[in-house]
Every structure is written in structure tokens, then in C-alpha cells.
């Protein structure tokens, strides 16, 4: 029986010799691209067909560096890339390293190198880069007179701002002398000192929009004083300009949008900030009124002459207060006395002379109590209501009174 292969096996030597062919390990192919389909992933699947085949083609994530525009069906290009076997389905594939437009590989290639030489010179160093005002009056513009970029320049930065001054440098944008004509423009713009620069025009092919890939003007936007906009072709055109500017835009109306303030939204700003600082200056006022007149009712409260008014008030009520006290101390002392004087009056010795009784004193002037006290021939007095007597004991006798107890006279 002859030998028999396996798909796999043949898939395999056929992938071997596409490997060690050196001729399909770099090559480039011209066609129309067709079926073109960006995956989620990143991946780019197209194919590219002329009037004799198909080839299929597909341009990894990580080689998307080397394609500078969007691709689409229908686009005449140029592929670099390598010819293999995809031993799965034991198809062949050109896997895609690089793409061109038909006709301006030649000009990317210049436009590559400049851009890299440009950027190792410093170039388009973000250090470099000037912010753009938030407020102009003053803008220039570096344009075709008659393209639509100057008037979606002038008809959206109008609106945005009607009293601002749109300064028009009528500049060539294509073919001979263009890049000169722009360098001029960017030089008497910047010497009127305008606020803002817009240089661009519409989209275009590469061959069109070359002028803003010369070195010339690249080096007249970065040496200006002036900031610069750049607002070259559609959003997917990128030029030397574009990073030599201070600011990119994708196109020449977002250009006019990022250079020029919206008049209405700064007014209605400034009305904002107004009322916000009439209502802080109210709240402001309002607060401190309200901490003055509490300042006004605890300096009322500590006064020194509501202090003393209040003390003379407090004096006064402890005056009453004692008089009070004092009046009924009295009255209590005088009710009390009333009481003594009572009992006194009862124990009066002047009312026991009255009721007959003496009082009866030695010569030294003692009072005599007892019979013992005296003796026969001493003088003793004896005192009565309405006067005293005085008199000589004669005799002395000793009586016992009725209580048992015995009595003295």
C-alpha cells in the first residue's frame, strides 16, 4: 500500500516551505482592499483583489503602528508584510506589517523620517507646548480665503463670541509655494501679537495636505510667541503641524470651538457668581448683624452701669430687708420687755414700800437682812416710800415665824 499523509502533515510542509522562502517572508502587495472588518480585539481582516484574484490578509493588534490612516473598502493600498500558512484550514494569508495608500508610500516615508527626526530634535516636546487662553479678543487664522475652513472658522467663533476680531492671513495650502505662504502667515500673525493662531485647511489626500508636513513650518509654529492651533484635514489627517502646534484639533470647526470662549456661558457665568455673591454677602451680613446684637444684649448684661444700677437695686432691697428685720427684732425685744417689766413689777422693792415694808441699811451703807447683822447702839437707816430714816438700835429680839423658819428684824 503507498504511504498516505495526514492533513496535518501536509499542512505542515507546505507552512515549512513558505518559511524558507525568503521572497514570500517580505513582501509587498498592491490591491483594493475588500471585506475590511475591525475586531473588537484590535485585529484588522480584509482582503486585497485586482482583476485576476483575492488575497486574504490580516494586520494584528501590535502592527496597527504602521497604518497612519483609516481604512476602508474600495482604498487602492500598498501591503507590506509576510505570506504563511494558517495550518488550521490550510489556507495562506499575507500577514499585514505595514499599509499605504497607493501612490503616497513614497511621501509617508518621508513623512515618518521627518517626524522622527522633528521629535529627536525636541520638536514636539510637551514642555514646550503653551496653553491656549481661555479668553481672546483677537484671533488669527492661516488659511485658503475662499476653502470652507475659514468659514466654519469665522461662522462658529461669531457665534461663540460676536465681538470677537478674526484676523485672516490669506495663505496658500496646496502645491507650490504653499509652505512658504504659511510660514508668512504664521510670522505676521504672530508679530500683530493676535491671542490665538488657527492654522489648517480641509481634508484632503497626503499629496494635498503636504505643505503642513514641511520642516519650515513645523519650525515656524514651534519658534512663535503666538500659541498655535493646528486644524489640518478631518480627524483621522495627522501632519508634522499637528505635532509641532501647541494644541491639535481634528478639524477647523473644533479648531474655532477650542480657541474661542462661549461669550453666552461666560455672561451667565458671571451672573451665577454674582448672585452666589450677593446671597454669601446677605448671608454674610445677615450672621453678623446677628452676632452684633448678641454683642449688643450681653454688653447691655455686663454693663458697669447696669451692673451698679443692679447692685444699688440689690443694696435697697437688703436695706429693706434689714429695716424689716430690725423693726420686728424691736417689736419682739419691746414684747418681751413688756413681759419682763410685768414680772418686775411684781418683785418692784418700791411697790413693797408702798404695801408698808422698809428697807433697812447698816452705817456702811448694806442692806440688812438678819438681826445678827446689827447690834444694840449701831446706827442703821431705814428707807421707805418717800424718804429714810435713820435711827439707833436699842434692842434686838429674835422671833421664830409661823413657816418654822425664824424671822430677823
Known amino acids: 500500500m503507498k504511504n498516505a499523509y495526514s492533513v496535518g502533515q501536509v499542512n505542515r510542509y507546505v507552512k515549512n516551505m513558505f ?17 475590511c472588518k475591525y475586531h473588537p480585539s484590535g485585529h484588522i481582516y480584509f482582503s486585497l483583489k485586482d482583476e485576476t484574484g483575492l488575497l ?6 501590535g502592527d496597527r503602528r504602521g497604518l497612519a490612516f483609516s481604512m476602508k473598502d474600495g482604498d487602492k493600498v500598498i501591503v507590506g508584510g509576510s505570506l504563511d500558512v494558517y495550518e488550521k484550514d490550510g489556507s495562506y494569508r499575507l500577514y499585514a506589517k505595514e499599509i499605504t495608500l497607493e501612490g503616497a508610500g513614497i511621501l509617508y516615508e518621508r513623512f515618518l523620517a521627518l517626524k522622527q527626526e522633528l521629535e529627536d530634535m525636541g520638536l514636539f516636546a510637551q514642555e514646550y507646548k503653551q496653553p491656549i487662553p481661555r479668553y481672546i479678543k483677537r484671533l488669527g487664522v492661516v488659511t485658503a480665503p475662499s476653502g470652507a475652513a475659514i468659514q466654519d472658522i469665522r461662522n462658529i467663533s461669531l457665534r461663540r463670541n460676536p465681538y470677537l476680531q478674526i484676523i485672516l492671513y490669506p495663505a496658500l495650502v496646496q502645491g507650490e509655494g504653499a509652505a512658504e505662504s504659511i510660514v508668512k502667515g504664521i510670522q505676521m500673525l504672530d508679530s500683530i501679537h493676535v491671542d490665538v493662531i488657527i492654522v489648517g485647511r480641509g481634508g484632503g489626500s497626503i499629496e494635498d495636505l503636504w505643505a503642513f508636513n514641511e520642516e519650515i513650518v513645523a519650525r515656524a509654529i514651534f519658534e512663535c510667541s503666538t500659541p498655535v492651533i493646528s486644524a489640518v484635514g478631518h480627524e483621522t489627517d495627522f501632519t508634522i503641524a499637528d505635532f509641532a502646534a501647541d494644541l491639535r484639533a481634528p478639524t477647523p470647526s473644533a479648531a474655532a470651538e477650542l480657541a474661542v470662549d462661549d461669550y453666552r456661558s461666560v455672561v451667565e457665568s458671571f451672573s451665577y457668581y454674582r448672585d452666589r455673591f450677593y446671597r454669601a454677602m446677605s448671608g454674610k451680613t445677615d450672621y453678623f448683624s446677628s452676632v452684633l446684637r448678641n454683642y449688643q444684649t450681653k454688653f447691655s448684661y455686663l454693663s458697669p452701669l447696669n451692673r451698679l444700677r443692679e447692685q444699688k437695686q440689690q443694696a435697697a432691697d437688703y436695706e429693706d430687708t434689714i429695716c424689716q428685720a430690725m423693726r420686728e427684732k424691736i417689736q419682739e425685744n419691746r414684747h418681751r420687755l413688756s413681759v419682763y417689766l410685768e414680772r418686775f413689777t411684781g418683785l418692784s422693792p418700791l411697790r413693797k414700800l408702798n404695801q408698808g415694808f422698809g428697807y433697812v441699811e447698816n452705817a456702811q451703807r448694806k442692806t440688812v437682812t438678819s438681826v445678827k447683822q446689827v447690834k444694840t447702839g449701831d446706827t442703821i437707816y431705814v428707807s421707805l416710800t418717800d424718804g429714810t430714816i435713820e435711827t439707833e438700835v436699842r434692842s434686838i429680839k429674835t422671833e421664830e415665824r409661823t413657816d418654822g423658819q425664824p424671822e430677823q428684824s
Open 56 to 61: 486574504r490578509c490580516i494586520m494584528f493588534a
Open 19 to 35: 518559511t524558507q522562502d525568503y521572497f514570500l517572508r517580505k513582501i509587498n502587495v498592491r490591491g483594493e482592499v475588500s471585506n
